[in-house]
């Protein structure tokens, strides 16, 4: 099946750095999406983004459909971002099929 | 997107015991999603709940041990049954949804933090 990568597993940041998340994937996929899990374990959804880059507010995101990746950057980090952040994909054959990455964990620090 | 009430939003249960999880849609919808996550991992499809047939489960899943119903294009549950710690995780549902424009994707209930002692 589909491989989903993310990386890194784990970031501690100070307040106001900037980071980006990468996600891998090895197949064809219809759908891209980045999600926020909060410690309520709340999922938010951040980007629908299956090729292109978007932006909102300080978090953008690019995906490279051809190349199997997609970035997720986190600009003037706040406290309040931490959480873990999921990747997941729909793969192209299998429509409604949404397989997550292991996600990255962040940590970012006053 | 969609609004999705889930509830429980956690529970403490005893070992041999099910438990129900209810999730509600504010709209129709033709596909319901259910996931697990265990205590520090990724989230797992169990199953996916079609309105008038049976659920369709992933590899590791079985109707017994999940039982799902799906009565309308509204509302599932999904049951544990006959618990063991090892069922300790969060279960969320989820459904898709397409917006404005073209973009469409995923939206997931608040979770249900289920602990089994």
């Known amino acids: 099946g589909i491989q989903v990568e993310q990386s890194p597993p784990d970031l501690i940041l100070q307040e106001g750095a900037n980071s980006t998340l990468r996600c891998n994937f090895s197949?064809?996929?219809?759908?891209l999406q980045w999600f926020h899990q909060n410690p309520w374990g709340q999922l938010i959804n951040l980007f629908y983004?299956?090729?292109g880059t978007k932006q909102n507010g300080r978090l953008s995101a690019t995906t490279v459909a051809t190349e199997r990746y997609s970035l997720l950057y986190i600009s003037s980090s706040q406290t309040t971002d931490s959480g873990v952040y999921f990747c997941?994909?729909?793969?192209?054959?299998?429509?409604?099929?949404?397989?997550f990455g292991a996600g990255t964990r962040l940590t970012v620090k006053p | 997107s969609a609004v999705i009430s889930q509830k429980p939003s956690r529970d403490i249960c005893q070992r041999g015991t099910s438990l129900t999880i209810q999730c509600q849609v504010d709209?129709?919808?033709?596909?319901m999603f259910w996931y697990r996550q265990q205590p520090g991992q990724s989230l797992t499809l169990i199953a996916t709940?079609?309105?008038?047939?049976?659920?369709?489960?992933e590899s590791g899943f079985v109707i017994d041990k999940f039982p799902i119903s799906r009565p309308n294009l509204t509302f599932s549950t999904l049951t544990v049954s006959n618990m063991s710690p090892e069922d300790s995780s969060i279960y969320l549902c989820?459904?898709?949804?397409?917006?404005?424009?073209?973009?469409?994707?995923?939206?997931f209930g608040s979770g249900t933090r289920l602990t089994v002692v």
């Open positions: 989820s459904v898709a949804w397409g917006g404005a424009g073209g973009d469409y994707g995923y939206t």
């Open positions: 197949d064809s996929v219809n759908n």
């Open positions: 983004i299956p090729s």
């Open positions: 997941a994909v729909e793969l192209m054959y299998n429509n409604n099929d949404m397989r």
């Open positions: 709209s129709q919808v033709t596909m």
């Open positions: 709940a079609n309105q008038g047939s049976e659920a369709t489960y």
